[in-house]
C-alpha cells in the first residue's frame, strides 16, 4: 500500500512511516520541510499545509492518507497569536485533503483517510472520580480545545461523501522517545517531577506502539470507520501518572514530590494549564478493541517500563 502522511515528520508521524516500511509499505510526507535524507521507500515533498493541487498530484497513486498535521498545542502559552495557528493549521489541511481528494474524483482516489484528533474533544474535566466515561458518540465540550477537535474533524468530513472511509483517532497523550514524555523525563530525573494541581484530573495515556498500531489497524480493516478514542485501557489520574513515573525513574515512594501548585501552573501558562494540564478526559477505546484491535501495553507500568528501558 502507499500511504500519503500529512505530518510525517512529527513525533506519530515519523514512528508511523517506519512501521509502515518495515512491513513493505510506501510512504510520501509533504512538508513545509522536506528532509533531504534518501531511505527506500520514502519519498519526501515539499508543501506548504493548505494547497489542494499540489496535495491532490501527491495523493497519484496513494491508497490511504494519514492527516496528522498539526501545529503543537504545548509549544508555549496560548497567545490569540498560537491560537489561531493552533486552529488554522489543522482546518487548513484537512480542507485541503477533502479538496485535494475531490480534485482527483473519478481519476483514483485513496479508499481510506485517517484524521487525527484528540480526547480533547470532549472537554476538560478536573477530576477523575466525577469526569464522565466518553464514547465516541458523545457531542463536543467546551472549551478551545474541544472546539478545536470539532473544526478539525469537520475540516476533512467532506471525504466520506466522496466513499473515502474516513477514521477520526481522539488519541490521549502519546507516550514514546518524543513528545510529552520527552518533555517531561528531565524534571522526573532530577526527582522534580510532582503532581500537577490536585492531581485528581484524568490523564489519558497511549504508548506510541500503540497508537502507531491503532492506526495500521484502521487502515487495514474496511470494516472500520469514524471516531475511535485511541488511550490505553488502564485510566489514571495524573497523580497516579506522577506516582508511576517517578518509581520507573527509582525514586522511592516514601520521597513524594511536593505538586505544582495550579495557581502557579495558571499563572505561567494560563489557558493551555487549565484546559491540558490540570484537567483531562476519561475515553475508553472499547470501540477499537471491539474492532479487533489489541494493545500491546494495556497498563502504564508496562509502557513505562519498556519506553525507559536502558
Ligand atoms: P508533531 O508536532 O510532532 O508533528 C506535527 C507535524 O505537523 C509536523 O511534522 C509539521 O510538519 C506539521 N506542522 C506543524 N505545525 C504546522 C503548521 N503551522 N503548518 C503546517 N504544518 C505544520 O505532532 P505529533 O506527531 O506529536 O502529533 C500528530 C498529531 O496528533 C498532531 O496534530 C497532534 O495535535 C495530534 N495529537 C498528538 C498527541 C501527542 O501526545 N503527541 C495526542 C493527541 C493528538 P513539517 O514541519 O514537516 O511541515
Known sequence: MHVVILGGTGFIGSALARA??????????????PRAAVVQGIVHAPWNGRDPE?????????QAVVNLLGENIAGGRWTPQR????????VA?????????????GGGLPTVLVQASAVGYYGAWPDMATAPRCGEDDPPGT?????????????????????????????????GTGGALARMLPAFRAWLGGPLGSGRQPFPWIHLTDEVGAILHLLDTPSCSGPYNLAAPQAVDNAGFTAELNRAVGRPAWLPAPPAPA??????????????LLAGQVAPSDRLTDSGHTFRFPTLRAALADLLAP
Open 20 to 33: 509502515l516500511l518495515a512491513r513493505g509499505d510506501t510512504v510520501t510526507i509533504p512538508s513545509r520541510a
Open 54 to 62: 499540489s496535495l491532490a498530484r501527491l495523493l497519484e497513486g496513494a
Open 83 to 90: 491560537k489561531a495557528r493552533i486552529v488554522d493549521s489543522r
Open 93 to 105: 489541511a484537512g480542507q485541503a485533503v477533502a479538496a485535494a481528494l475531490g480534485a482527483r474524483n
Open 143 to 175: 472549551g478551545f480545545l474541544a472546539q478545536t477537535c470539532a473544526r478539525w474533524e469537520a475540516s476533512s468530513a467532506p471525504a466520506q461523501a466522496m466513499g473515502v472511509r474516513r477514521c477520526i483517532i481522539r488519541s490521549g497523550v502519546v507516550l
Open 263 to 276: 495557581f502557579a501552573l495558571r499563572l505561567a501558562l494560563g489557558e493551555l494549564a487549565q484546559e491540558a
